[in-house]
């Protein structure tokens, strides 16, 4: 079984920073990516921003420049900073693990947490 769990989510002024953190726990044998994506009320879930083993980052345009994505697969953890919010930002957020699993044959699973609150209001 692997867990995904986020945290850092909260309520923030606009112009204000937050750090969203996840960590993936379980029978992980290696992990091939680790990223965020978000779902406004009434909108479509969408891509954030993701990070591979290698390093190679992906970030929504809206993002870009505001948004930075790190890893630490030692600790099969991601972390999102998130810089200069805006009230477009505000949706909640979810972490995925794209790993292999510990079994025989190996098996390879996207794993999602259960999404934290982000509130970007003054």
């Known amino acids: 079984q692997v867990q995904v769990v986020e945290s850092g989510g909260g309520l923030v002024q606009p112009g204000g920073s937050l750090r969203l953190n996840c960590a993936a726990s379980g029978s992980i044998f290696s992990i091939y990516a680790m990223g965020w994506y978000h779902q406004a009320p009434g909108k479509q879930r969408e891509l954030v921003a993701h990070?591979?083993?290698?390093?190679?980052?992906t970030y929504k345009d809206a993002v870009k420049g505001r948004f930075t994505i790190s890893r630490d697969f030692a600790k099969n953890t991601v972390y999102l900073q998130m810089n200069s919010l805006n009230s477009e930002d505000t949706a909640v957020y979810y972490c995925?693990?794209?790993?292999?699993?510990?079994?025989?044959?190996?098996?390879?699973?996207?794993?999602w947490g259960q999404g934290t609150q982000v509130t970007v209001s003054s």
């Open positions: 995925f693990a794209d790993l292999q699993v510990e079994a025989s044959p190996p098996r390879r699973i996207i794993y």
């Open positions: 990070i591979t083993s290698g390093g190679t980052t």
